[in-house]
């Protein structure tokens, strides 16, 4: 893979060598976003998360490539609506509804009780201001599937690149427990380039998708690289705080397997930038 000044901060970062990372970005802050955001960021020690600024991520999904990726999304889950017609559905980091709401409108079946998790209080309530939910949860996966009841059960679970935000461990675990009490599980997710942890060929590959990410936000690009990317990127980067467990398609096969979904099937959403989207229909 070839070796950008981009991809060196990176690796200086993820080593932990901030001044040389510093001095490295300064140097590229006039042609890269991304170097210009991960600067001012160093500079001022933010330790933000990629949803602690909503406007941020809300400008990101709404982004030229974003309405491409979020249409071929929401007529995924459409089709499946339609074609499995689950009377109860629950949708695991709804966000403020950019695939869920899109999704419902389209399908001719609409599920007649949609219960949703969603962490973010903003955008929980953004949510709830433009659809009539069944049972609304502001609180985290992991901890909604600890106070699952027996009587709790859904025909349909579906999550749209929310089950990246939780570490993998924590997150099987709750996989688990939720196959006790679905039909089916819905992931969407991106099949990211299976890289060794901490190698320069990840930093380079992370460099070149968070700049092609950045650079077509166009008028937004600073609120979106500085709000959204940054604190993703050095989500990623900095073992101690990660906030982001992205990984290939095959490996969340793996993973729904191991939390005891069988017959998991996998198909193509959509190419995009950062990587390709992808949809694995488990059954519980
Ligand atoms: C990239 S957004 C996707 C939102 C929405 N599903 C969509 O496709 O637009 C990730 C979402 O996961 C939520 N999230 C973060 N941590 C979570 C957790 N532990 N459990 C459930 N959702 C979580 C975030 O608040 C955010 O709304």
Redesign the pocket.
């Known amino acids: 893979m070839r070796h950008t000044p981009l991809g060196g901060a990176l690796s200086s970062l993820a080593a932990g060598k901030d001044d040389e990372a510093r001095h490295a970005l300064s140097r590229m802050k006039d042609e890269s976003v991304m170097a210009r955001a991960l600067a001012l960021a160093l500079s001022s020690g933010s330790l933000a998360n990629a949803?602690d600024a909503p406007s941020a991520?809300e400008a990101f999904?709404r982004s030229r490539g974003n309405i491409a990726l979020y249409g071929a999304?929401s007529s995924t889950l459409a089709r499946l609506y339609d074609h499995y017609r689950p009377h109860r559905l629950l949708d695991?980091?709804?966000?403020d509804g950019?695939?869920l709401l899109p999704a419902i409108a389209e399908a001719t079946h609409v599920p007649r009780e949609i219960d949703v998790?969603?962490?973010?209080e903003q955008?929980f309530e953004k949510l709830i201001g433009s659809l009539s939910v069944h049972a609304g949860y502001t609180q985290?996966?992991?901890a909604f599937a600890e106070d699952l009841a027996q009587k709790n059960h859904w025909d349909m679970a579906q999550?749209?690149?929310?089950l990246q935000?939780?570490p993998p461990s924590a997150r099987t675990k709750a996989l688990r427990r939720l196959a006790r009490h679905v039909d089916r599980l819905v992931v969407i997710e991106f099949d990211v380039p299976d890289l060794p942890l901490g190698s320069r060929d990840l930093h380079e590959s992370l460099a070149t998708r968070y700049e092609c990410a950045a650079s077509e936000q166009e008028e937004n690009a600073d609120l979106v690289a500085s709000g959204f990317l940054v604190p993703m990127l050095l989500g990623q980067l900095r073992a101690a705080t990660p906030s982001n467990w992205e990984q290939p398609a095959s490996a969340w096969l793996d993973e729904l397997t191991s939390a005891g979904f069988r017959a998991v099937k996998v198909e193509h959403v959509h190419d995009y930038s950062w990587a390709s989207a992808m949809c694995l229909v488990a059954d519980a």
């Open positions: 949803y991520f999904i999304v695991i980091g709804t966000g950019m695939a998790i969603e962490p973010s955008m985290g996966f992991e999550s749209s690149f929310a935000s939780i």
